[in-house]
C-alpha cells in the first residue's frame, strides 16, 4: 500500500509540475476515430493522457484504466490497438492534441 501511495504522489508532482504542451507521450492506442494518447502509467491500472474519443475538438486530457480499454470492442470484435513512440513525442509534437 505504501508504493501506491508514493506513485500517487509522484504522479500528482509531475501533472502539476510539468506544462502539458511538454508532456511526452510513449504511447498510442486507437480504434475506429477513437485516440488515447499516453503520458503516464501508475504501473498498475491506471493510464494519464490525451484522449479524442471521436471529434477531435473535444479532446482532453485526463484519466484511462488500462482494464477499460482491453475491453473496448466494436463489431464484429476488433479491439482497440497500439503504437509505441520511441522516442517518446512531445504533446506538440503530435497533430492530433490539441494545446489550449
Known sequence: M???????????????????????????????????????????????GYAILGDSRFGEWGYISLEELRQIRIPPGIEVDCELFDPPLKASEIEEIRIH
Open 2 to 48: 505504501q508504493a501506491r501511495i508514493c506513485v500517487w504522489n509522484s504522479l500528482s508532482f509531475i501533472i502539476t509540475q510539468i506544462k502539458l504542451k511538454d508532456k511526452r507521450n510513449y504511447l498510442h492506442c486507437f480504434i475506429g476515430r477513437c485516440h488515447w494518447f499516453i503520458s503516464e502509467y501508475d504501473g498498475e491500472d491506471l493510464f494519464f
